[in-house]
């Protein structure tokens, strides 16, 4: 009898250890432990056996039944930590799901991140309409009475107002610069706001020129300040765009609405300075201008040139984002083009 | 404008180790962007002068001749030439294997090698003028003639860069950054910057002394607002011929082609002084007298070519006692050519407003080297310098003409500005101290007479800055700044004062609306141009009487600016179903109508202008879209936190679908329109195989909240009973009654399901809505749930005619 146990001993830790799912080894389990089992047949044939024996057999029947228990148990483990929730085999190289989801154009992307830099800086956010008159476009911004961006050559004036003269002519805006004066008349002095906006002149179109045309510009009035302070906010804005400081310099640039203007050249990015095709060999690019405000700005403002002053810069947010992006067709921005307009996020 | 360093280097002794780039850069920096830097001597590489020594026939070609020739090399070399003025003796042009030269003077220049032509070796090329960017000084006569150097100094060998004077290096200056600079506009101007930059002594122009007891020329100025100065002189002995090669070789280098000694005396005068001159041939100005004078009625200017220009009685001329001979500053007519028979002339040099100038030059759309100058404002004084060099310059290549006459009607002189400049000022604008000995040095160099008492510089502006340039102190701290360079200013931090924080709802809420929309509802931004092609003004049913026009359109059929984004929007639909099935774009621009607005100044009359959003959805099912479209402006106001706006049937927009619109409004304001596109629209605007739905919103309505605004409501303490009801009911008992019916008696209503088919009588249609109820106190059992759902049914039933659909 003891050798039939350590024979269904034997037997029944061989059948668990190859034992393969789940399911088999419930079924042997049940085999081994359960009421029918050999082991469970033994023990009811023991009534025959003397009371020492039964003793003795009893309890390698009750150990056996303990090693079954055990050996099935880290089967279990064993098994469990092996198991997949998949019944099928799985494709790791099949491409997720696409999160679904539209975008903001290009433009208003770049236009979003400048305006968190700006307003990290104490900048607040001001538009003005896209109709504008010669008033506030040319006449309050210092610009001479014959100057050629006045014609309709350069600009576009409304039908039935082009013949007229300062606040009757009314125009869709050159630029953003007018702005800052209905700005400064409502708000005063000191000030710092960035517009941005679109503007529209009168161009012939090509990959590099628009008819409509998107600007960012920035501005600060305040007493005793010098123009240098004007490379802070340019620094904010090629920072905030390339993600990383980039080399600068400034130098001489004329504007009507500017008394000392200059011209802001960024290190050209593709060459790294060196001079390549893109920055016509000379290592720099063209981004903004900039300068101080015309003390005849001020006074259109309605403040004191003597008591303030202050710095503009602007940048084309067109031209930013073809840098920044390598667009080749500055007419891309307003096609409305879902292959273009996708390829953003 | 093109500046020769050379013709710099005699007005101003640059420093020895300065590179040509590095000026380049300096000037760029500090006074106008230098576009290129050429050395005009690269391009004469191997091209050398060749004496031929021998011509003998071709064995193989009748056209052309084998040339033994000394090109200063220990042995003459061999040239095969078709050249038609060939002869032995001559000296010749002859580019060496290696040299690059412009073949048949067309395209790109190429590579001479050592070739065989018909059998005979040719070790280079005897060129014609065009073939070695000689043209200026050739001008050719026919194809085949090459370049005869008789008369020249030179010997075989040397290199045609110096005999031409082409060792030089020219700068190409923006002519855009020279716009308000009237002073830069000749070298002398530059080579002025050049000092100041780099503080080294500019020599003085040369000063040609009058004989004080000339006879006076007659000159009468009519109109002395237009002409501020004239001086005229009769010259004797002065004729046609060619100038100096060192004349000829600058004029070409900065982009003025030789002509004959007298236009290129003017000429070369211009460009080193930047004062335009004209030479009249003395006898072709009748009666001995020089008027100017404003045209006639009719009048007109007989030109070089017999063709004759119409003049208005505002265009300002120079005229005989007959006719008109110039246009005043601008270019000149038949009369002034000087002709193989000139044997005298009358030289002008004058100062005309530059005003005039501009608005005649305008008038003939033409701008010439003379009035490109006038018309930024040359100061009165600087006819003193073009006469005294161009008096210089006659007595040196012509001397022995003779001056026999002079006039100088002076009417106005331009005045010295004086301005005054604190040194405080200087200080805080420029964020550091400039030494005092600094200022002077820069602002003298630049011509300033400067004086300094008592922390304040008074300035006595040349009167070539004083024509419009420079008028108040920042004009002339920018100048000190920029000689400075500002790129030598640190960057200064800007101090802060905390008031407050910047508070704008408004433009926050246009930036939560455009993230709602292109982040959470997937649709694309675009934006449009604001004229729009009228076809699709017209097909989206848009009154025009309110829009507004452009006086000159980009295009006859864009004149029209926007009133309304839709027919942006059905263009950009349009061109995008081309590529795309089903997509959402929306537009968030200002649109524009007739009106009184003023935004800044009483005087200032505006049209009315707003910010419009504009949204589609394309996609072939239209309930699906329209009922996508209505959950974004239902969810609007919620996810962007706003005011509510709600929806509304009320009255139809042009472009929208007969049944399937509402209106957007806003305390009872209409403020826009959602709906399906019309099929009539759709038709119209080449819209095809798909639906749209559409929504226009005037976003000015809409009001921020000041903070985000959320409600709370404790959480349930027992879990809601959910149960779906698919009920029957009539085709015309909208779900807002079915709704409106339950809603006080359950927590909360949701539609699932609308169901029309077989199942399902005619007239009726099958509803599914899901009602959650509140357990009150504790858990309710099924036959508390059961009754509550059956009380539910009846009330539906009574107010909507609803039956439960059997399962």
Redesign the interface.
Known sequence: MKEKLEQIKTNGLEKIENVKTIAELEEVRKELTGKKSELSEVLKSMKSLSPEEKKTIGMLATEIKKSFENKLQLKEEEIISSMSVLEEPIDLTLPGKKV??????P??QMK?DLNDAF?S?????Y?E?????E??AFDNLNF?K?HPARQ?MDT???????EKE???R?C?RPHLTGGS??YL??HGA?A?FVYPG?V?R?ETTDARHE??FFQYEAL?V?K??????G??MI?TILEKVFGRKIKT??????FPFT?????IDMECLVCGGKGCKVC?HNGWIEVMPGG?I??NVLKSAGLD?EIW?GFYINIGLDRLVMMRYGVDDVRL???????F??QFK | MKVSLNLIRKYVELPKDLTDEQIAYDMTLRTVEVEDVENTALKFHDIVVGKILEIKAHPNADKLRICIVDVGESEPIQIVCGGSNLYEGEYVVVSKPGAEVVWHGEGEPVKVGKTKMRGEISCGMICASSEVYLSDFFPAEGETEIIDLKGFDCKPGDNIADLFGMNDTVLEIDNKSLSNRPDLWGHYGIARELSAIYDVPLKKLPKYELDKNLPEYNVEIKDTNKCNRYVAVEIDGVYEKKSPIWMQSLLSKVGQRPINAVVDITNYVMMAVGEPLHAFDKTHVSGEKIIVRNAKENEELLLLDNNSIKLTTDDLVICDENDAMALAGIRGGKKDSILPDTKGIVLEVANFSADEIRKTGKRFAEKTDASIRYEKGIDTQRVDDGLNLALELIKEIFPDSKIIKYADVYPNKTENNKIKIEEKFLDTRLGKKIEKEKIEQILTALGYEISYNNGEYEVIVPTWRSTGDVTIKDDVMGDIARILSFDSFKAKPITITFEHFVKQNDVLLERRIKEYLAERCGFYEIYTYPWIEEKYIQSAGIDMSKSLKLATPPAPDLAYLRSSLIPGMLEAISKNLRYYDEFKLFDYEEVYEKGDYRPSSNDEILPIQKNYLTGCIVGKNAKEIFYEAKGVIENMSRYCHMEDIKLEKIEKANWADINAYLNITKNNEIIGTLGLLSVKVMTDSKIKRTNVALFEINADKFIPYASRTNEYERLPELPLVEKDLSILVDEEVAWKEIEESIKSKVKEVEFVDEYRGNQIPEGKKSITLKVKILNEGTTMTSEQINEKMNNILKILDKKCGAKLREE
């Open positions: 679904s989801g539209g975008a903001l154009h433009i208003t979003y307003l800086l104490g900048f607040e956010v538009s309409d896209d109709i504008s008159s008033k506030y001479a014959n309709s576009y004036w409304i039908e039935g107002t082009e300062g606040a009757e009314l869709l004066v209905r008349q409502k000191p710092r679109e529209y009168n008819r409509a600060i305040d005793d300040i010098s123009f240098s302070s490379m802070v620094q310099r400034m130098r001489e640039g004329f008394e000392p203007g200059y011209e016509n101080v015309h003390p040139p002053t921005f307003h096609s409305a083009d879902l292959r307009l996708k």
